[in-house]
């Protein structure tokens, strides 16, 4: 990456702030703290007829009653010896709040995203690691929460017809960049549905590298896609260094930018207009997604 994009990068603000947490072991893990409401010492759990397995069991804290998921079992390590003595950290993403139980948290730490890296190839494709960052030289693992809900409780992708009935008849090309491999399916089903050829990447730098070479292919890239959709946390270039790094090219000034997060937040709807993209839409909402592309469509 050029200094000029970095130096771009850290005015768009790309710092991550990471909870950090273990699962009983040495490795460990972070999730993003824009997804963290609260960390509570493990409390009784209200066990549900049929649950999941990997649920282990039903909490109500301040009026709302949320699933309580042994992350460990979820993303294929063993159970729990003592869940009593464990923590629970209770998130908000993808328009739903989640209890993880962990064995302890260890601290919040701050580092950039471009000293984010996506997972080796090495951990294989059922890994639950979205991506990877070293803090005082120990690897941490960043999990892929979508993934893990996904897992449970799998997303719908179907759009009803009120909204399909809108798409129009041409199909158009959207840009499509998430790093989560369930995220991408998840957009790109609903949006063929509505007669939209998507094509994906996984991170800001390797969209750079995709756009810089089908321009020296010789396509207009003022007209290529019609829209990009982006995710906002990403290694190495998150979507607010993106959108930041397209708006400074003459090909890609005008081009909608949609940046599509499980974070909710009014610093999301704040940082669209910092940094220039056109819309900030929650993760996940498959109606809601296709009817801002269809609505893009019809308004270009």
């Not at 997804?35 to 010492?41: F, G, S, T």
């Not at 629970?88 to 989640?98: A, G, K, P």
């Not at 809601?288 to 469509?297: F, N, Q, R």
Request: aromatic fraction near 6%; glycine fraction near 8%; include cysteine.
């Amino acid at each position: 990456m050029t200094g000029s994009i970095l130096e771009s990068n850290r005015a768009a603000g790309s710092r991550l702030e990471l909870l950090l947490f273990n699962l009983g072991g040495r490795q460990l893990f972070g999730i993003n703290v824009f997804k963290v409401q609260e960390v509570i010492p493990y409390k009784t759990l209200t066990q549900l007829p049929g649950a999941h397995p990997l649920v282990n069991g039903v909490a109500t804290l301040r009026g709302i009653t949320m699933s309580v998921i042994d992350l460990s079992r979820a993303i294929g390590g063993p159970t729990m010896e003592k869940p009593k003595d464990g923590i629970i950290i209770i998130t908000e993403y993808n328009r739903s709040v989640h209890g993880f139980l962990v064995q302890g948290v260890d601290r919040i730490v701050y580092t950039q995203w471009e000293n984010v890296q996506p997972p080796p190839a090495a951990l294989g494709a059922h890994s639950f690691a979205t991506a990877i960052t070293t803090i005082d030289n120990q690897l941490v693992e960043i999990l892929d929460v979508e993934k893990v809900l996904d897992s449970i409780v799998h997303a719908s992708t179907d759009i009803s017809d009120s909204v399909s009935d809108k798409a129009h008849q041409n199909s158009h090309k959207v840009l499509i960049v998430d790093d989560s491999m369930v995220a991408r399916k998840q957009i790109v089903r609903a949006l063929e549905q509505v007669n939209i050829e998507c094509i994906t990447t996984t991170d800001g730098e390797d969209t750079i590298q995709l756009l810089d070479q089908l321009n020296a292919e010789g396509n207009d890239m003022r007209n290529y896609f019609c829209m990009i959709i982006s995710d906002i946390e990403m290694p190495k270039m998150d979507g607010y260094m993106l959108t930041t790094e397209l708006r400074k090219r003459p090909d890609f000034q005008q081009t909608y930018i949609l940046l599509h997060s499980s974070i909710s937040g009014e610093f999301n709807h704040e940082m669209v207009e910092k940094t220039g993209a056109n819309q900030f839409i929650q993760k996940y909402c498959p109606d809601e997604l296709a009817g801002a592309v269809i609505a893009h469509l019809g308004n270009g």
